[in-house]
């Protein structure tokens, strides 16, 4: 197990430890790691509120747009008039 872990290790942990997708040693490892290092806590508690900003969006509030046929034809039209 490697305890002494660059920044940029800790943060790839941290997200991968978001999803549920890290290890116990990487998570002991990144933990050591946010003991010491500052811009690394920050990093974390940071990522957890975007988390969880995001989680609470439902997949009904995100609005995928969608041409109608119509729209798709006089969008051709409009590009084959510029080409």
Request: some cysteine.
């Amino acid at each position: 197990m490697k305890f002494k872990l660059t920044c940029d290790e800790a943060t790839a942990i941290c997200s991968k430890n978001q999803y549920g997708e890290a290890s116990f040693n990487e998570k002991f490892s990144m933990l050591f790691h946010v003991l010491f290092c500052a811009v690394c806590r920050l990093y974390s508690k940071q990522n957890t509120i975007l988390n969880k900003c995001m989680g609470s969006v439902t997949k009904k509030e995100v609005v995928t747009p969608k041409l109608t046929s119509k729209e798709k034809e006089e969008m051709e039209v409009r590009i084959k008039e510029m080409v």
